[in-house]
C-alpha cells in the first residue's frame, strides 16, 4: 500500500468528521491507524537474488544448458572447471561424462587452502544426501576429520549495493555439528559486524541460521558492493556439516517510513485544523 492510497482511505474519515463534527484529535487518530498500516505494509522485506544459492545449478564446463549429474560424488569446490573428488566422472545431460564441472554463482574463498590432496577448494558441492531444496548442497568437514581451516565459498560478484535507510538480512539452512558457522556480509570486500545473530548451534537437522545488519552498522558503507561469504571455520571443530538455501534479504527501516508517514499526517491535521 503505497501512501497515494493512503490519502484514498483516509478520505472517508475527513469527509465523516466534517459532516459529524468529530473532534480533531478523533481525526487524527484515525489517521495514526491508517498511516500505521501503510508503515507496516510498506516495510516489507525485498529479496536480493543470490545466483545459485541452492548449488542446484551445475553443468558440463563451458555450458549453461547441459546439466551435469555428480551421481553421487562430490567435487573439489566451486566455480568454472572445478575438479570431482579422484576418479569420480560426473554425467551430463548430453549423454557425455567428465571429470570437471561448473558451478556458477561462487568462488572458494581466498583465505581457505585446499584440504588433503585437492587441488583447489576447501569444500564441496554433492548429493550424498537429501537437500532441504533441490538435489544438491555445499558441505565441508571440520577438525573431527582432519581439516581445522574446514571450507568457504563467496558470491562471484556483487549482489547489491548498500543503501541508505535499509536494513540486510542474510540466512541459510545448515545441518551437521561443525563450528564456527560463517555467514558474512562483504561491503567492497570487508567483513562487516552484523547486529544481531539468529544461531541455532550444531544441529544434526537442518535450522536456519542468519545474521541482520542494520542500517546504522552499515552507515560508513553506502553505495559499497555487497557479497555473501557461508561455510565454516577456520579453527573448526566437529566432523562434517552442510549448508543450502543462502539468501539475502533488504529492509526498509521502519523508523524511515514512520517519518515519512508522521510529516503526511502533520499537513493532514493542519489542513483539518483549518477547515
Known amino acids: 500500500m503505497n501512501l497515494v492510497r493512503t490519502l484514498e482511505l483516509a478520505e472517508p474519515f475527513n469527509t465523516l468528521g466534517r459532516r459529524l463534527g468529530v473532534a ?16 507496516s ?11 545459485n544459492g541452492s548449488f542446484e545449478e551445475v553443468y558440463k564446463p563451458g555450458s549453461t544448458t547441459i546439466t551435469a549429474d555428480l551421481d553421487g560424488g562430490w567435487t573439489w569446490g566451486v566455480g568454472p572447471d572445478t575438479p570431482m ?14 571429470p570437471a564441472v561448473d558451478i556458477p554463482g561462487w568462488i572458494n574463498a581466498l ?15 554433492t548429493n550424498q544426501n537429501p537437500a532441504p531444496d533441490g538435489e544438491y548442497y555445499f558441505t565441508a568437514n571440520g577438525g573431527g576429520w582432519g581439516h581445522p581451516v574446514s571450507g568457504a565459498v563467496e558470491s562471484d560478484a556483487p549482489l547489491a549495493m548498500v543503501e541508505a535507510g535499509m536494513d540486510y538480512t542474510a540466512s541459510m539452512l545448515v545441518n551437521g555439528p561443525v563450528l564456527p558457522v560463517v555467514l558474512d556480509l562483504l561491503a567492497n570486500d570487508v567483513v562487516i559486524t552484523p547486529s544481531s545473530t539468529v544461531d541455532p548451534g550444531a544441529p544434526y537437522a537442518w535450522a536456519e541460521f542468519s545474521r541482520t545488519w542494520n542500517a546504522a552498522s552499515l552507515a560508513g558503507h553506502l553505495g559499497e558492493s555487497l557479497r555473501i561469504r557461508v561455510g565454516w571455520g577456520p579453527d573448526a571443530t566437529g566432523s562434517q556439516s552442510h549448508l543450502d538455501m543462502v539468501s539475502l534479504d533488504a529492509i526498509p ?18 489542513g483539518w485544523r483549518r477547515r
Open 24 to 39: 480533531f484529535p478523533i481525526f487524527c487518530l484515525a489517521m495514526v491507524l491508517i498511516l500505521g498500516t501503510a508503515v
Open 111 to 125: 583465505d581457505r587452502p585446499p584440504p588433503y590432496d585437492w587441488t583447489q577448494g576447501s569444500g564441496s558441492v
Open 85 to 98: 573428488n579422484g576418479a569420480q566422472l560426473a554425467i551430463f545431460s548430453d549423454g557425455t561424462t567428465g
Open 253 to 270: 527501516e521502519p523508523s524511515t517510513l514512520l517519518l515519512a508517514a508522521v510529516g503526511l499526517l502533520s499537513l493532514v491535521c493542519y
Open 41 to 51: 505494509n510498506e516495510a516489507r522485506a525485498e529479496s536480493i537474488p543470490v545466483p
